[in-house]
């Protein structure tokens, strides 16, 4: 199976989840599997059949819009990650929880220099 991490502001959508298992051979399959255990969660994900353009998927860490998309392959074990754009805000401050930092397309979380 292939875990999905849910950002906190869709957790109320998944339950509370953090991180939901899902099936599927690709990146769309496995949204698409999502999106049926949690179909609450869809109309944030979607825009009709098209990811919305502010939500982005990263596989293992690495942008999937730079690999083949929707049509990427995972396999057991993968992670994949949803990080919905923000804009505006001050320079990164956190006080003992995780943050985000995308750089060249590849997500890394402030845990990642520990």
Not at 83 to 112: F, K, M, Q, Y
Request: glycine share 12%.
């Amino acid at each position: 199976m292939t875990t999905i991490r849910i950002p906190t502001p869709l957790r109320p959508y998944t339950g509370g989840n953090g991180a939901v298992d899902v099936s599927g051979a690709t990146v769309g399959e496995a949204l698409a599997d999502l999106t049926r255990l949690h179909p609450q969660l869809r109309p944030h994900l979607y825009d009709g059949e098209a990811l919305r353009s502010f939500v982005n998927v990263y596989l293992n860490k690495e942008d999937v819009r730079g690999l083949q998309g929707s049509d990427t392959a995972v396999s057991a074990g993968d992670t994949l990650m949803i990080i919905p754009s923000i804009a505006g805000g001050g320079p990164l401050r956190c006080s003992g929880h995780s943050a985000w930092r995308v750089t060249d397309g590849r997500a890394t979380t402030n845990e990642d220099a520990l």
